[in-house]
């Protein structure tokens, strides 16, 4: 009998687990091969549509005038006040909502890769829709909200250092959250636990996987800028060579 998610997080709880540095790196690479044409030109085109919105939602809500270098300079978070301060991270909060889906997307495009199943444009915003979407949604809302207060109680002391350090460790024991929701069909509060836990147990070993495929996304701004957008898909690959090595993904759990 096939154990379930919260089975195996319980067992990795008590028992913890072995993690290969070497052999998830090369999971991870061969599996960023299958995608990174693919995925790379969706968040391109994603990226693209981001900035067209961003774009109207500055002039619609400053005017046309902010499209000038002078009002551009004075749209920098630090001088915001009041408003335009509680507008910003409203936009912010719901920016990485609307994202969570489409990372998700791209995680469930390199399962498909790792199957040799085809993928397609649907494949990336295969999650928009519920239950994961209302999941998906949930966490990246507590997250943003809890870290953006921390980055806001900081940076009244003037130590937004220290705010911006609690939320790079918070994004660290959180990474395999959605990986959890979307394959293990965990509930949001679940998979943040859940998440917590598994990272807890090889918490270097994670983290040099991480900062290796961080770089190695970064290397897309040597030479053309545009790069970035096909080194990107790297990360995603590694979430899932990550989470498949811990946790795996059985018949039953898979997401349809």
Do not use: W
Not at 29 to 55: C, H, P, T
Not at 130 to 152: D, K, R
Not at 190 to 212: T, W
Request: charged share 15%; net charge negative; glycine share 8%.
């Amino acid at each position: 009998m096939m154990k379930t998610t919260k089975e195996k997080i319980e067992e990795i709880q008590i028992n913890g687990y072995q993690i290969d540095f070497g052999n998830v790196f090369n999971h991870a690479f061969e599996n960023y091969k299958k995608i990174a044409l693919y995925a790379g030109l969706m968040i391109f085109v994603f990226a693209i549509l981001i900035g067209f919105i961003a774009g109207g939602i500055v002039i619609f809500t400053f005017g046309v005038s902010a499209l000038n270098q002078k009002m551009l300079e004075d749209l920098r978070v630090e001088n915001f006040t009041g408003m335009h301060l509680a507008i910003y991270i409203i936009l912010g909060i719901l920016f990485n909502c609307l994202l969570a889906p489409f990372s998700a997307g791209l995680i469930k495009m390199a399962h498909s890769a790792e199957k040799d199943e085809e993928f397609h444009v649907s494949t990336v915003f295969e999650y928009y829709k519920n239950p994961y979407f209302q999941e998906l949604v949930i966490a990246t809302f507590l997250l943003t909200i809890f870290t953006t207060g921390l980055s806001e109680m900081f940076k009244l002391v003037d130590i937004e250092i220290v705010g911006a350090l609690f939320s790079a460790v918070i994004s660290f024991f959180t990474f395999l959250t959605i990986p959890l929701i979307i394959f293990g069909n965990l509930k949001a509060i679940d998979a943040l636990k859940s998440s917590m836990i598994i990272v807890s147990k090889q918490p270097l070993v994670l983290l040099g996987l991480l900062i290796v495929s961080g770089i190695a996304s970064l290397v897309g701004f040597i030479g053309c800028c545009i790069g970035i957008f096909f080194t990107i898909p790297f990360m995603y690959s590694m979430y899932y060579a990550i989470y498949t090595s811990i946790v795996g993904i059985d018949s039953e759990n898979d997401s349809e």
